[in-house]
Nanobody, 125 residues
């Protein structure tokens, strides 16, 4: 009933910029925190940035000052603007939504979390 679809990944040179977006679809009436996570080959998935419905943000130390997370609550969409990209930023980037409230047959239900399918970001010359 609730799906997250990411877009915007691709190949970029070191020092370049790239923007990601993630749209949540379904009969959604609320989403608490939305965020971006990434997983590089052979590594565990790690938090990149999160943003609450009120706009409070949190960033991994490795991306502070280079990445900016934002969201449009009316569109249930979260964005990640990445600049000064480094080869170490290469990973599959996943969108996540926490505590998603949605309608199903006139019932108000909640999902603990939902993940997107991921989008590849490759930083290479």
């Amino acid at each position: 009933q609730v799906q997250l679809v990411e877009s915007g990944g691709g190949l970029v040179q070191p020092g370049g910029s790239l923007g990601l977006s993630c749209a949540a679809s379904g009969s959604i009436f609320s989403i608490n925190t939305m965020g971006w996570y990434r997983q590089a080959p052979g590594k565990q998935r790690e938090m990149v940035a999160t943003i609450t419905s009120g706009g409070s943000t949190n960033y991994a130390d490795s991306v502070k000052g280079r990445f900016t997370i934002s969201r449009d609550n009316a569109k249930n969409t979260v964005y990640l603007q990445m600049s000064n990209l480094k080869p170490d930023d290469t990973a599959v980037y996943y969108c996540k939504a926490d505590n998603v409230g949605y309608w199903l047959y006139a019932m108000r239900l909640y999902l603990n979390d939902r993940w997107g399918q991921g989008t590849q970001v490759t930083v290479s010359s």
